[in-house]
Nanobody
Framework: QVRLVESGGGLVQAGGSRGLSCAAS????????IGWVRQAPGKEREFVAA????????YYAASVKGRFTISRDNAKNTVYLQMNSQKPEDTAVYYC???????????????????WGQGTQVTVSP
């Protein structure tokens, strides 16, 4: 089992940057892929980025590729999401989530994730 706690959300102006952290606990964290999924008001959950268990392979949604960077430090049991050049459409609750899957096509689907954090709100003002 994996327990996940996000932090770093808040208000940022368009064009600005913000970093999120996901602190994990549990025996299987270092063997789990971790993803960031976001949900805007009135919309379904949307895949943002994912990283494989060792941190060598990353996946990004087309809407954030080139602007967001996912990374992990297994020694610190933490996954990060650095968000640059933010846009108002990035406004959402951001969740980190853990998955036993390894393939990118699977990790791009929110239902691939078994464990979820409570989420952190990111608001990008115009």
């Amino acid at each position: 089992q994996v327990r996940l706690v996000e932090s770093g959300g808040g208000l940022v102006q368009a064009g600005g940057s913000r970093g999120l952290s996901c602190a994990a606990s549990g025996r299987t964290f270092s063997h789990s892929a971790i993803g960031w999924v976001r949900q805007a008001p009135g919309k379904e959950r949307e895949f943002v980025a994912a990283i494989n268990w060792i941190g060598l392979i990353t996946y990004y949604a087309a809407s954030v590729k080139g602007r967001f960077t996912i990374s992990r430090d297994n020694a610190k049991n933490t996954v990060y999401l650095q968000m640059n050049s933010q846009k108002p459409e990035d406004t959402a609750v951001y969740y980190c989530a853990a998955s036993a899957a390894a393939e990118g096509t699977i990790l791009r689907k929110p239902n691939a994730y078994n464990y979820w954090g409570q989420g952190t709100q990111v608001t990008v003002s115009p």
